[in-house]
């Protein structure tokens, strides 16, 4: 009850205001709506997930009754997800693909100021002081789940198999390890949000994860400065979003 009381106080807020409503670090949620439009009890995972409200790519759906599962290494998340996003299913765990699946538990460099940044990936350690002089407050070793595991949870929690609607994905590194996952297990959400720092969108024509996305049936269709957002061909023509009808498919 809180939670829609603070929905319908803030939309009012942007009404008058005549703000966008959205939650993302990088209006994410407003480009996700214009695909996703008119999907009653949808259902998503969110892999670095961070706080369950600000910054979240999927917050702005679970006020519209969608449910998921939603999974971040960070530290004092659980207790906020009980209390904020109860119904969702929160997993306070580190995923890894396959070819990581033999280490029980891995260094995660965590970022007190900016929690946002916290990663597992040295490579993005090193970006990090490069570019912005940042140096991680603490390595931490935190329990890890498979992909395979996660998916296993996603069942449970819905009683049975469905689709995902929506996957987003914020990992600081390792995403194409988990999409790859993702696809051995013969799962292919609708839409997936990732994270791709660096990036426009011609320079990812030539990169990883968009040439695993189109092997799969995706197209790459909408793209912010820091996320990208791939769409299953086969699933273009059933989204009942009323915007889909000017896309040229």
């Known amino acids: 009850m809180f939670v829609r ?3 319908f106080f803030i939309k009012a807020i942007n009404r008058i205001s005549g703000l966008p409503l959205t939650f993302s670090h990088d209006g994410e949620d407003l480009v996700l709506r214009k695909y996703l439009a008119k ?29 998921g599962v939603c999974l971040d290494p960070l530290p004092n998340l659980k207790n906020k997800y ?12 580190a995923i890894f693909g396959s070819k990581s699946k033999n280490q029980k538990k891995l260094n995660f460099y965590y970022y007190k100021t900016h929690k946002d940044n916290s990663t597992f990936d040295q490579e993005r350690v090193q970006q990090l002081k ?34 995902i609607h929506l996957l987003n994905i914020d990992i600081e590194g390792f995403e194409i390890d988990i999409l790859e996952d993702f696809f051995i297990c013969n799962t292919y959400p609708w839409i997936v949000c990732v994270e791709e720092i660096g990036q426009t969108a011609e320079s990812l024509k030539t990169k990883e994860i968009y040439k695993l996305m189109e092997k799969n049936g995706y197209i790459l ?4 400065f820091l996320s990208s957002f791939y769409v299953l061909r086969s699933k273009l023509k059933e989204l009942p979003s009323d915007f889909i009808k000017e896309l040229d498919i």
């Open 82 to 93: 009980r209390l904020i996003r109860g119904k969702d299913k929160f997993i306070n765990a």
């Open 130 to 163: 490069e570019n912005f002089g940042r140096e991680p407050s603490s390595i931490i070793s935190v329990p890890k789940i498979s992909t395979q595991e996660m998916l296993s949870t996603f069942k449970d929690f819905f009683s049975q198999s469905k689709d």
């Open 39 to 67: 999907i009653e009890n949808g259902r998503y995972i969110d892999i670095g997930a961070n706080t369950p409200v600000w910054g979240s790519n999927t917050f702005y759906f679970y006020l519209l009754g969608w449910r």
């Open 5 to 7: 009381i603070l929905y």
């Open 221 to 224: 269709g909408s793209r912010t």
